[in-house]
C-alpha cells in the first residue's frame, strides 16, 4: 500500500514538474552575480509593483524587495516546493514589501505592473500565454527577460551585455 502511495507521489510530482517545464522554464536560478544588474535595469519609482513570474527560490524578489523597499515586489512560483522554500525564507528576511504566491504566474493581472521579470526558454518566451501578458501590461511598464529574447517586440529595446556576462533585454510597452 505505501508503495503504491509513494510510485503515485513520485508520479504526480513528476507531472508538475514537466509541466512547469513546459509552460515556463525548469527552476534554473538567475546568476547571484546579475541580481545587482536587475536592480539597476528595473529603475523603479517610489510606490511601483515589480513582478518575478515563476520566482523560483526568490532570489530576485528580495534582491529587489532590499533595493527599494518603497515598492511592492510579487512574484508567482508555480513548484509548490520553490513557493514553500521562498515563503518561509521571507519570514526570515525582515521585508514587508514582499508578496509570493502558489499561482500559474502567466495568468495574472499585470495591470499595475511597472516592471514584469522573466526567465523563460526562448520558446515560452514567445508563446502565447507570455504574449497575452505583455498585450495586457501597461504603456510604459518594462519586460526584463534574462538570457532570450522577445521576438518581434514592437517597441523600444535595450539589450544589456557586459562582457562575459548574460545578456539582459529591456523591453518597454508602448
Ligand atoms: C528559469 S526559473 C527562474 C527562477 C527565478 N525567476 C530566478 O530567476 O531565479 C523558472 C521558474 O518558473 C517556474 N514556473 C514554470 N512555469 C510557471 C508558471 N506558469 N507560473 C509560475 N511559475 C512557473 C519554475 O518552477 C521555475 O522556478
Same mark, same amino acid.
Given at each position: 500500500?505505501?508503495?503504491?502511495?509513494?510510485?503515485v507521489?513520485c508520479l504526480?510530482?513528476?507531472?508538475w514538474?514537466?509541466y512547469?517545464?513546459?509552460?515556463?522554464?525548469?527552476?534554473?536560478p538567475?546568476?547571484?552575480?546579475d541580481?545587482?544588474?536587475?536592480?539597476d535595469l528595473?529603475?523603479?519609482?517610489?510606490?511601483?509593483?515589480f513582478?518575478?513570474?515563476?520566482s523560483?527560490?526568490?532570489r530576485?524578489?528580495?534582491a529587489l524587495?532590499?533595493?527599494?523597499?518603497k515598492?511592492?515586489i510579487?512574484?508567482?512560483?508555480m513548484s /509548490?516546493?520553490?513557493?514553500l522554500?521562498?515563503?518561509?525564507?521571507s519570514k526570515?528576511? =525582515?521585508s514587508t514589501? *514582499?508578496?509570493? $504566491?502558489?499561482?500559474?504566474?502567466l495568468?495574472?493581472?499585470?495591470?499595475?505592473a511597472?516592471?514584469?521579470?522573466?526567465f523563460a526558454?526562448q520558446?515560452?518566451?514567445?508563446?502565447?500565454?507570455?504574449k497575452?501578458?505583455?498585450?495586457d501590461?501597461?504603456?510604459g511598464?518594462r519586460?526584463l527577460s534574462?538570457n /532570450?529574447?522577445i521576438?518581434n517586440?514592437?517597441g523600444?529595446?535595450?539589450?544589456?551585455? =557586459?562582457?562575459?556576462k *548574460?545578456?539582459i $533585454?529591456?523591453?518597454?510597452k508602448?
Amino acid at each position: 500500500m505505501i508503495s503504491i502511495l509513494i510510485v503515485v507521489l513520485c508520479l504526480g510530482v513528476g507531472l508538475w514538474v514537466i509541466y512547469t517545464i513546459l509552460s515556463l522554464a525548469p527552476w534554473f536560478p538567475t546568476r547571484t552575480s546579475d541580481l545587482e544588474r536587475i536592480g539597476d535595469l528595473s529603475r523603479l519609482q517610489t510606490g511601483e509593483s515589480f513582478y518575478d513570474i515563476g520566482s523560483g527560490d526568490g532570489r530576485v524578489i528580495f534582491a529587489l524587495s532590499k533595493r527599494y523597499p518603497k515598492c511592492h515586489i510579487y512574484g508567482y512560483e508555480m513548484s /509548490f516546493l520553490l513557493y514553500l522554500y521562498s515563503s518561509l525564507k521571507s519570514k526570515f528576511i =525582515p521585508s514587508t514589501n *514582499t508578496s509570493i $504566491y502558489w499561482r500559474n504566474g502567466l495568468t495574472q493581472d499585470f495591470s499595475k505592473a511597472a516592471v514584469v521579470y522573466v526567465f523563460a526558454t526562448q520558446k515560452t518566451l514567445n508563446a502565447k500565454p507570455m504574449k497575452n501578458v505583455i498585450r495586457d501590461l501597461p504603456a510604459g511598464s518594462r519586460v526584463l527577460s534574462y538570457n /532570450f529574447h522577445i521576438e518581434n517586440w514592437d517597441g523600444e529595446v535595450l539589450k544589456d551585455k =557586459p562582457v562575459g556576462k *548574460t545578456p539582459i $533585454y529591456v523591453y518597454t510597452k508602448k
